[in-house]
């Protein structure tokens, strides 16, 4: 038995699953919840990885069987979706709010503008999140997990992360 | 052998060539990890090959699906011959020093985001899906890689020489790049893939950009190009590389990862 109340059910359990690597962020902040659908008899989870290599996708799909799997929902299954491609535009107003207060600059332009601005070198500069200043310098485009690259503000002095245009 | 037939192995060998570079540059810089001149540096090389492995694991996947033979990910990169390889004869040249990578990685990114800003509109939603996604790395890997020429390359003479040098080396693998054959043709006529020809002067103008910037010089044009990747044939370096990566799974074939 199902009917469109059992998927928005479902919906709001998943909007509880968290990102393991920036856990302010459920997987609905990111837009990594693509779609919730019910085929013969099977609930589709359907999910869109976020980087390539990212090894949190995999952590992703066991906390979201854990959501279901403690509600009582046994006949599911997650399925990666490679189309269209995840990006950080799809990121929501709330998320970008969240990562600034946990103190992580949210991504500081659109992928089209950032794709741009790699052929022409000229690459714009993040707000602190913080202080919001803009006198802020890169100082690594790698960080501690795929998503993320290093700044330092000049205005309040601190080194801050950047959830990297993507 | 029916059309579908067809187009599917010449889709299957694209995927390879593009999932094989992916896959063996991947593991070449996977050898700098404890080993980078800084911290910083040993933690972006690594990053930057992460990426790659996941490209590789996603064109992989797909071409095994598409060859519809039941290979996965895994049977291809660990289970195929150096001759079986489609990788491009760049990404498979040793590390040398920090500089040389770099300039591997220049050449090989300013080539992957062109390619792959092209395939992002592919006619294959499937490999429009991974190109589009795939493009969006690689331009921190162009940046990368360009900050850095451009500090060596105007940096002290010694670097400047060396880098130059790496430069000069590598150049004799660049018409490997676009040294497209019928199976590219063939996914050209049906908008699944670009055309070399019109990537080319795309990547002239970037890599020309950073020389420039970086007191670098294109090298003449050297008539000793190397070219064969298409076909399988490989410098020296490959099956090394093949050993090293391939041995525990084929010691242990029913080794997982847990
Ligand atoms: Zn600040």
């Not at chain 1, 503008?113 to 070198?121: D, R």
């Amino acid at each position: 038995m199902t009917d469109t109340t059992d998927i928005s059910h479902i919906r709001n359990l998943l909007t509880q699953v968290q990102d393991p690597e920036v856990p302010v962020l459920t997987i609905a902040d990111l837009g990594i919840l693509r779609d919730v659908e019910f085929v013969d008899g099977v609930y589709e989870i359907k999910i869109t990885p976020t980087f390539t290599g990212c090894p949190a996708m995999k952590a992703i799909e066991e906390n979201i069987s854990e959501v279901l799997v403690e509600n009582g929902i046994q006949n599911y299954k997650v399925r990666m979706v490679m189309s269209p491609a995840w990006t950080t535009d799809w990121i929501s107003e709330l998320g970008r709010e969240k990562l600034r207060k946990y103190g992580i600059a949210p991504p500081s332009q659109s992928t089209e503008e950032h794709l741009k601005a790699i052929l022409t070198g000229k690459n714009k500069a993040v707000a602190c999140p913080f202080c919001g200043s803009v006198n802020t310098r890169l100082t690594s485009a790698f960080g501690s997990t795929a998503c993320k690259a290093l700044h330092y503000c000049d205005h309040c002095r601190q080194p801050f992360e950047e959830f990297k245009c993507h | 052998m029916n059309t579908t037939t067809e187009n599917n192995s010449a889709l299957f060998e694209y995927l390879l060539r593009l999932g094989d570079t992916s896959l063996i540059l991947g593991h070449r810089l996977a050898e700098w990890c404890g080993h980078a001149p800084i911290l910083e540096e040993d933690i972006a090389l690594t990053n930057i090959s992460l990426d790659h492995i996941g490209q590789a694991r996603l064109l992989l996947d797909y071409a095994g699906k598409i060859e519809g033979k039941g290979r996965s990910e895994d049977a291809l990169a660990y289970h195929r011959d150096a001759r079986q390889f489609r990788n491009l004869l760049m990404a498979e040249q040793p590390n040398g020093d920090f500089g040389n990578t770099m300039v591997r990685q220049f050449l090989i990114s300013v080539y992957n985001f062109h390619l792959y800003s092209a395939l992002s509109k592919s006619a294959d939603a499937e490999l429009a899906a991974i190109a589009a996604k795939s493009v969006k790395e690689v331009a921190y890997h162009v940046r990368h890689s360009s900050d850095w020429l451009i500090r060596l390359g105007d940096g002290t003479a010694e670097s400047h020489e060396r880098v130059q040098q790496s430069i000069n080396d590598l150049w004799i693998y660049v018409d490997d790049f676009f040294n497209g054959d019928e199976v590219d043709a063939m996914l050209v006529s049906q908008n699944i893939a670009p055309e070399l020809n019109a990537i080319r002067p795309l990547w002239n103008e970037t890599v020309q950009l950073t020389m420039v910037k970086a007191g670098l010089q294109i090298p003449q044009v050297n008539s000793a190009m190397r070219t064969g990747s298409r076909k399988g044939n490989h410098t020296e370096y490959l099956g090394y590389i093949l050993a090293e990566m391939q041995f525990l799974p084929r010691a242990y074939p029913d080794a997982e990862w847990l």
